[in-house]
C-alpha cells in the first residue's frame, strides 16, 4: 500500500464485536484474564492480548501499526510525548558509561536532554561540530551507543546525509537514530537509507492540528544486537528484570522496540492515553494530502521573501543555491520542509517588531499544526543555549521560524507582508529620531 492508503487504514479493520467502522476508543485501564494460566502466558510474553494500558493498549495499538507501515518498519511504541519516545530511544541502547554521538542543528529541548538530563544518569551526549559524516566520525568511540541526527534540523532546516551517517554508524557498529518529526515518513522513509530507529513527535505534523501531544518510536529490525554483543549486553545477557529473557535471542528482529515496551514503557509510564491516540489516528488520515500543501505554501512564502528588499536572508533549502539542495532532492524528492527560518533587515528589533505585527500567524512554540505558526527561537526554544551554541544549532538572533501551514497562500503572504511594513516603518522612524 502507500502513503495516502496506508494513513487511513494500516492497523484496524471493522472490529468483530460491533463491527465499529472508526477506531474505537479502548478507555479502560487493565483487561480481564481468563483464567490464572491465560494470565501468566501474558506476563510470559508468550500470548498475544493485553493486561494493563501502562504496558499496551489495544486504540494505541492500531497507531502503533500504522506508523510502523507508514515508516516501513517492524513495530512502534506509542508514548505520551515525542521527548518521552526520545528518552526511551536513548537509554534503549546507552547505560551508564556510555555515549550517543548527535548532530549539532537539534530541537532545544532535545540538546538540552543531551546535554544536561541524559548526563546525570552516565550518558554523555556528544555534540559534532556539524552534520557532516566526517565530523560525527570523530567523535564515535568504543563507549558509543548511537548515532543521532534530526532528518531535517528544527529549526535550522539542514537535511541530513542519511545514507552516509548510517554507513559510519554501522561501521563501527552502532544503530542511527533519527528524529523524523519534521520530515514525516510522508516526505521521507529514513529506513530506506540505512536508519535504525525512527522517533517522531506526533504533536507535529502527523498529528497535524496543534490538540494532542503524542510520540512513537519505530524499528527497522534491521539493527544485529547479537553480532555486537560485547556493545549491547542488554540484548544479548538474561535480564534480571524480566525473568532472565535475553531481547535478542527471545524477539529476533522486533528485540528493540519490544524492550523499549517492556523494560521503560512499563516501568517508567510516559503512557499516551488512547483518547489521544484517537485523535492523532484522525490527524494522520490526511497527512499525506496535508505536507503536499505545507511544501507548496512554504515554497511561495520562501520565494516572496527572497524577492522583497524589506528581509534580509531567507534559509530555505528549495532554493537552488542552499548547500542542502542536492540533499533535497536525494532524501525528499524536491519538497523542502514548510519549516524554514528568515531573518529581516533591521536585526533583533525589527524582527521583533514583525513578529509582534503577525495578525493571522500565530505566535508560538509550536511546529507542523494546519495553522501557520511563527517562533522567535533565540528568546523560547532555543534560550537554554548559549550564543555560540544557537550559531551552530541554526539560530541567528533576529531569526524568525516560520511552519507555513495550508491556509490560502494570498491570506498567509498579506499577514507577512503587512507583518513587514510595520517593521520597516518603525525601524525608519527609530532611523529618523
Ligand atoms: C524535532 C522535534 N523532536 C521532538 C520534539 C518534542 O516533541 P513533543 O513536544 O511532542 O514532546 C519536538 C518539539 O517541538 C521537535 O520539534
Known amino acids: ?6 494513513a487511513i487504514h494500516a492497523g484496524y479493520e471493522p472490529e468483530a464485536t460491533t463491527h465499529a467502522v472508526a477506531v474505537p476508543i479502548y478507555q479502560t485501564a487493565a483487561y480481564a484474564f481468563d483464567s490464572a494460566d491465560h494470565g501468566a502466558a501474558l506476563f510470559n510474553l508468550e500470548a498475544e492480548g493485553y493486561r494493563y494500558s501502562r504496558i499496551a493498549n489495544p486504540t494505541s495499538a492500531v497507531l502503533e501499526k500504522r506508523i510502523a507501515q507508514l515508516e516501513g518498519g517492524v513495530g512502534a511504541l506509542a508514548v505520551a510525548t515525542g521527548q518521552a519516545a526520545l528518552h526511551f530511544a536513548f537509554v534503549n541502547v546507552a547505560d551508564h558509561g556510555g555515549n550517543i554521538v548527535s548532530v549539532p542543528q537539534l530541537y532545544g529541548t532535545t540538546h538540552t536532554l543531551l546535554s544536561h538530563i541524559l548526563p546525570r544518569q552516565g550518558i554523555t551526549g556528544r555534540f559534532a561540530e556539524s552534520d557532516k559524516p566526517e565530523a560525527i566520525e570523530k567523535l564515535i568511540d568504543e563507549n558509543t551507543r ?8 528544527n529549526p535550522a532546516g539542514n537535511v541530513c546525509d542519511i545514507e552516509a551517517l548510517a554507513k559510519i554508524a554501522h561501521a563501527h557498529g552502532v544503530p542511527l537514530i ?20 525512527a522517533v517522531h513527535s506526533l504533536t507535529k505534523f502527523l498529528g497535524g492540528h496543534g490538540t494532542t501531544l503524542g510520540g512513537a518510536i519505530v524499528d527497522s529490525g534491521n539493527f544485529p544486537w547479537a553480532k555486537h554483543a560485547e556493545r549491547f549486553p542488554a540484548y544479548n545477557k538474561p535480564d534480571a528484570s524480566y525473568h532472565g529473557l535475553v531481547y535478542a535471542e527471545r524477539f529476533g528482529r522486533t528485540a528493540y522496540i519490544e ?12 503512557v499516551l492515553s488512547p483518547f489521544n491516540a484517537f485523535l492523532l489516528l484522525q490527524g ?11 511544501v507548496e505554501n512554504a515554497r511561495k512564502v520562501a520565494e516572496f521573501l527572497r524577492k522583497d528588499s524589506r528581509v534580509a536572508w531567507v534559509n530555505y533549502t528549495g532554493f537552488s543555491d542552499s548547500p542542502y539542495y542536492p540533499l533535497v532532492q536525494k532524501y525528499l524528492d524536491g519538497n523542502a520542509s514548510s519549516l524554514f527560518t528568515f531573518g529581516i533587515k533591521g536585526g533583533m528589533e525589527a524582527g521583533k517588531t514583525f513578529y509582534d505585527a503577525l495578525k493571522l500567524i500565530t505566535r508560538l512554540v509550536n511546529i507542523g499544526d494546519a495553522k501557520s505558526l511563527a517562533c522567535h527561537p533565540a528568546s523560547t526554544t532555543h534560550r537554554q543555549m548559549s550564543a555560540e551554541q544557537q550559531r551552530v544549532a541554526g539560530v541567528l538572533p533576529e531569526t524568525i521560524r516560520l511552519s507555513i501551514g495550508i491556509e490560502h497562500i494570498s491570506d498567509i503572504i498579506e499577514d507577512i507582508d503587512q507583518a513587514l511594513d510595520k517593521a520597516c516603518r518603525s525601524a525608519r522612524l527609530e532611523a529618523a529620531e
Open 259 to 270: 524492550r523499549a515496551r517492556s523494560v521503560y514503557q512499563r516501568t517508567m509510564g510516559s
Open 284 to 294: 494522520i488520515e490526511t497527512v499525506a494530502l496535508r505536507m503536499e500543501r505545507h
Open 1 to 6: 500500500m502507500r502513503n495516502e492508503t496506508i
Open 178 to 197: 533519527v528524529d523524523n518529526t519534521v520530515a514525516t515518513p510522508i516526505l521521507l522513509k529514513p529506513f530506506d537509507y540505512g536508519a535504525d530507529i
Open 146 to 153: 548511537a548515532v543521532f541526527a534530526e532528518t531535517i534540523g
